[in-house]
């Protein structure tokens, strides 16, 4: 059985505030649920906010506590957050930060470079940007830390793939995660980022699969397993790393 780190999941409990996004409320998807779906040994995990969940904090503290050591959180702050705000959170299980420039829900472009330095600089966090890929050449001049930057979903569309290599190779990480929402072929973009850097890609399983048009299936590991010598990288070291967690 495979040692995987899930370096992007969605717990969707209704015991805590959503908001519908687009018109779109996501299905429920709890602890328990994602618990019985998992099939592989439990390395951990990414806890990360959607849009539909907006600025709340409640529901990812409380999943970090049903799943445990080895889970972090992923959340979206807005631009009015404090130093003690984000120590607070870090104390609970946080270690990154959101930004959701595809479907909104979060803090917006303009609040990159100065929220990026503060969650830095107070807690050690990274951003983690959901962005169409074939922006990032548009939006690069406030990426000034590539190192501290990683993008969603192999940034969604081959056409963008240049300007993620270029982050890349300049240190930013990337999740193969969505494959569903790729719209290309998965397997053939994460070739060419794991050429550039090693250490860049980080699988995860995007389950529940919300909006994605087609949901995650361990067959996607199985794809990963037989193209990558290098899969226990792409599985567990690069995102163990990534969020500062120690074997």
């Known amino acids: 059985m495979i040692n995987l780190f899930d370096a992007h999941l969605h717990i969707i409990d209704p015991a805590y505030p959503l908001q519908m996004n687009n018109g779109y409320e996501p299905p429920v998807f709890t602890v328990s649920d994602y618990e019985k779906q998992r099939a592989w040994h439990n390395g951990g995990g990414a806890v990360v906010s959607g849009s539909f969940q907006g600025f709340d904090q409640t529901y990812v503290t409380d999943a970090l506590r049903q799943l445990g050591s080895g889970y972090v959180g992923v959340t979206q702050l807005p631009a009015t957050v404090t130093a003690e705000e984000v120590t607070a959170l870090h104390q609970q299980g946080i270690r990154a930060l959101r930004l959701n420039l595809y479907r909104g829900g979060s803090a917006e472009l303009n609040d990159l470079e100065r929220l990026a330095d503060l969650v830095y ?60 929402r790729y719209q290309g072929n998965p397997i053939e973009a994460m ?8 250490e860049a890609l980080m699988f ?36 163990r790393r990534w969020y500062r967690l120690t074997d």
Do not use: C, M
Request: no cysteine; hydrophobic share 35%; charged share 25%.
């Open 204 to 239: 995860g399983t995007d389950l529940p699969s919300t909006r994605a048009p087609v949901p995650f299936s361990d067959k996607d590991i199985e794809r990963v397993q037989h193209a990558f010598s290098n899969s226990e990288r792409i599985f567990h070291h690069n995102a």
């Open 121 to 180: 600089e107070t807690a050690g966090w990274h951003v983690e940007l959901y962005a169409d890929a074939r922006t990032l050449a548009d939006i690069r001049p406030s990426i000034t830390r590539p190192e501290r930057i990683s993008i969603d979903h192999l940034g969604l569309h081959p056409d963008g793939l240049p300007a993620l290599l270029d982050l890349v190779s300049n240190g930013a990480a990337v999740k193969a995660t969505g494959f569903g």
């Open 191 to 198: 070739v060419q980022i794991n050429e550039e850097n090693p």
